[in-house]
């Protein structure tokens, strides 16, 4: 099993652009999440999804877009990328039933916005 | 408004010499503490759950405890390789099952041989 799979793992963009990032699952998990990764900051959630065609906002949701189409895919989109979407970001995934607490993370993608 | 701090920010061990990290919460509920591994370059890694004041989970070199209002990771006779970030996070009551995690902005451990 590979986990959590998040593609690109770097990207570089100017002002403006659009971009999306994927991540994928093979763990059949429930809930998806993106967290971002600051410097001081803490991982902090953007959106999260509980299944199949459902998103929900989380801590810090603007200028993100999400889409959770299949179950084992979760997409963030930047429609206009600005210098403050400089972060490294996470995917992670759980599952529903009796939950632990543990998050499964993907190795993240590092996005710089010039 | 629901926060997690941790401290210090930057920890140096020498090998053998036990410490501990400290992750102060304020949160409405508690449902429950988290704490991960993250190692450069990579995802954080799950270690323990607590979920009431008392509680006592262990792995290996590391031991973490639960107050009221914050929680410790013990790391008795560390070895170079627990060098990494240690991350705490706090879950809420109302977030059901869900990961909607707050977390603190770590603890750097390096060790030292």
């Known amino acids: 099993n590979a986990g959590v799979t998040q593609t690109p793992k770097f990207r570089v963009l100017k002002t403006g652009q659009s971009m999306t990032l994927l991540c994928a699952q093979d763990?059949?998990?429930?809930?998806m999440y993106w967290y971002r990764q600051d410097p001081g900051m803490g991982l902090r959630l953007i959106h999260y999804s509980v299944g199949e065609g459902t998103t929900a906002k989380g801590e810090v949701p603007d200028g993100y877009n999400v889409s959770r189409l299949k179950k084992q895919n979760f997409l963030l989109g930047l429609e206009s990328a600005a210098p403050s979407q400089t972060s490294v970001y996470f995917c992670a995934s759980s599952y529903q039933q009796g939950w632990t607490g543990e998050l499964f993370f993907g190795e993240g993608s590092r996005l710089t916005v010039l | 408004e629901d926060q997690v701090t941790q401290s210090p920010e930057a920890l140096r061990l020498q090998e053998g010499e036990s410490s501990s990290l400290n992750c102060s919460y304020t949160?409405?509920?508690?449902?429950?503490l988290f704490w991960y591994r993250q190692d450069p370059g990579k995802g954080p890694e799950f270690l323990f759950t607590l979920y009431s004041a008392g509680e006592e989970k262990e792995k290996e070199r590391l031991k973490a405890t639960l107050t009221k209002k914050e929680s410790f990771l013990h790391i008795t006779a560390p070895k170079p390789e627990d060098s990494a970030t240690y991350l705490c996070a706090v879950q809420a009551r109302g977030s059901g099952n869900t990961g909607k995690l707050i977390f603190g902005q770590g603890t750097t451990l390096q060790v030292k041989p």
């Open positions: 949160v409405s509920g508690l449902r429950g």
């Open positions: 763990m059949n998990h429930e809930y």
